[in-house]
C-alpha cells in the first residue's frame, strides 16, 4: 500500500511535474533521510540538512530514472548515499585547517580527541571513559570506519536487511556482512569499556 | 574477539532509541520545495529556451492538424465503419464455421474472409497520432494551469 502511494506520486511528479505530489514525499521521507545523514556526520544537524536538501533535489531532478524494481525509500537513501560520499570526497580535497575544524564542529560536544571522521576515539573514548557517563550514540559511531558506520546504521537503526544495505551501497553482500561484523564487534567492545553493559 | 549473544543485545539495546527518532520537520520539506522552484521547476523544461518550446508546441500543432485533415480528406470514419462491420462478420463467420472445424474433411473447403487492412491501418495509424498528440496538448495545458 505504502509502495503504491510511492509509486503514484511518483507518477505524478514524473508524468505531471506535479511539485505538489513531491512535497508529500519530502513531508514523509525528510525524516529518514535526515537521520541517516545526522549518524553519518555524527550529529552535525547544520550539513545533515544541507546534504538531505541536495538528496531531495537531486531526487526530484532524476525522478524519471526511478523504475520501480525497489521500493521508494531505498531509491532515495541510494541517492543519498551518493550525495554523502561525494562530499566526503570533495571535503577530503579541503585545505587541512578547513577540515580540522569542520572535524571539531562534527563532533560538537561528544569530541574526545577526534580528528575528523576517519579516526579512533583517544583511550577511554567519551568522557575520559568513566563509568555512569552518558554515552552517545553519535560517538559511538564515531569509532566506526565510515563504511562500517553506513552499514550499521541502515540495519540497527532502519532496520534494512542485508539485501538492502547492498542495494542502496553498491556493496556486495559478503562485504555488507563483514562491515555489520567489524561494526558490531567494535561497538560492543566500545561499549562495555565504557561501562554500558553494567547499566542495563 | 567472537561477538556473542549478549553482545548483540547490548547493540541493539543501545540503538532501539535511535531508531524510533523522528525527526521534526520544522520548515525542512518547505525550504526543499522553496530551492526546487527557484532552480529546477518543471523538471528542466525551464532550462529549455522558451523558443525551443514554443517550436515544441507548433510541431505538436502541425502534427494534430495534418493528422485531422488527412482523416478527413480519406473520410476515416468510412474506413472505421466498414471495419467494424467486417470485424462483426468476422465473429459470425467464426461462430457459423465453428462446428465444422472439428471436422477435417471439411477444412479444404474454408476460406479466410481477409479484410482490406491497407487503408485501415493507415486510418489506425492516424488515430492513434490524433490521440497521442491530443494528450501531448492536453499535458501541456495542464501544466500551465
Same mark, same amino acid.
Given at each position: 500500500?505504502?509502495?503504491l ?6 507518477t ?21 533521510v ?123 537503526i ?43 | 574477539?567472537?561477538?556473542?549473544e ?19 520537520? $520544522? ?5 526543499v ?5 527557484? #532552480?529546477? %521547476? =518543471?523538471? +528542466?523544461?525551464?532550462?529549455? /529556451? ?39 462478420? $468476422? ?11 472439428? #471436422?477435417? %474433411? =471439411?477444412? +479444404?473447403?474454408?476460406?479466410? /474472409? ?6 485501415l ?25
Open positions: 500500500m505504502t509502495s502511494t510511492d509509486i503514484s506520486l511518483v505524478q511528479v514524473a508524468v505531471f511535474g506535479n511539485q505538489k505530489a513531491f512535497d508529500k514525499l519530502v513531508v514523509k521521507y525528510q525524516s529518514l535526515r537521520k541517516f545523514f545526522l549518524h553519518q556526520t555524527m550529529g552535525d544537524s547544520q550539513l545533515s540538512d544541507d546534504l538531505a536538501q541536495d538528496t531531495f533535489i537531486k531526487a526530484y531532478v532524476n525522478i524519471r530514472q526511478f523504475r520501480g524494481t525497489a521500493s521508494f525509500s531505498t531509491w532515495l537513501m541510494r541517492i543519498a548515499y551518493n550525495v554523502f560520499y561525494d562530499y566526503k570526497r570533495k571535503e577530503k580535497s579541503l585545505p587541512q585547517p578547513l577540515l580540522e575544524r569542520r572535524g571539531e564542529d562534527t563532533l560538537g560536544a561528544a569530541k574526545s580527541g577526534l580528528q575528523g571522521d576517519f579516526s579512533p576515539p583517544s583511550q577511554g573514548g567519551v568522557g575520559g571513559g568513566s563509568v555512569g557517563v552518558r554515552l552517545d550514540i553519535h560517538s559511538a559511531l564515531a569509532i566506526l570506519k565510515p563504511d562500517e558506520r553506513t552499514c550499521i546504521t541502515l540495519q540497527l532502519e532496520g534494512r536487511p542485508i539485501d538492502e544495505i547492498a542495494s542502496i551501497t553498491g556493496m556486495p553482500s559478503g562485504t555488507v556482512k563483514s562491515h555489520l561484523s567489524r561494526g558490531k564487534e567494535k561497538l560492543a567492545n566500545y561499549l562495555k569499556q565504557n561501562g554500558y553493559e553494567r547499566k542495563r | 574477539m567472537a561477538m556473542n549478549n553482545d548483540n543485545i547490548l547493540i541493539e539495546q543501545f540503538f532501539r532509541e535511535a531508531a524510533q527518532q523522528q525527526i521534526e520537520d $520544522n520548515g525542512f520539506s518547505e525550504r520545495m522553496a530551492a526546487i522552484d527557484a #532552480d529546477y %521547476s =518543471l523538471q +528542466g523544461e525551464k532550462a529549455k /529556451s522558451g523558443m525551443t518550446l514554443i517550436f515544441q508546441r507548433l510541431w505538436t500543432l502541425f502534427c494534430l492538424v495534418v493528422a485531422v485533415m488527412v482523416f478527413v480528406a480519406m473520410q476515416g470514419w468510412t474506413m472505421l465503419l466498414s471495419y467494424a462491420a467486417v470485424f462483426v462478420t $468476422n465473429i459470425e463467420v467464426f461462430f457459423r464455421t465453428l462446428p465444422t472445424m472439428f #471436422d477435417l %474433411s =471439411l477444412l +479444404g473447403d474454408m476460406t479466410a /474472409s481477409t479484410p482490406m487492412v491497407t487503408l491501418e493507415v486510418v489506425l495509424a492516424l488515430v492513434i497520432l490524433m490521440a497521442l498528440s491530443i494528450a501531448g496538448l492536453t499535458r501541456w495545458v495542464i501544466r500551465q494551469v
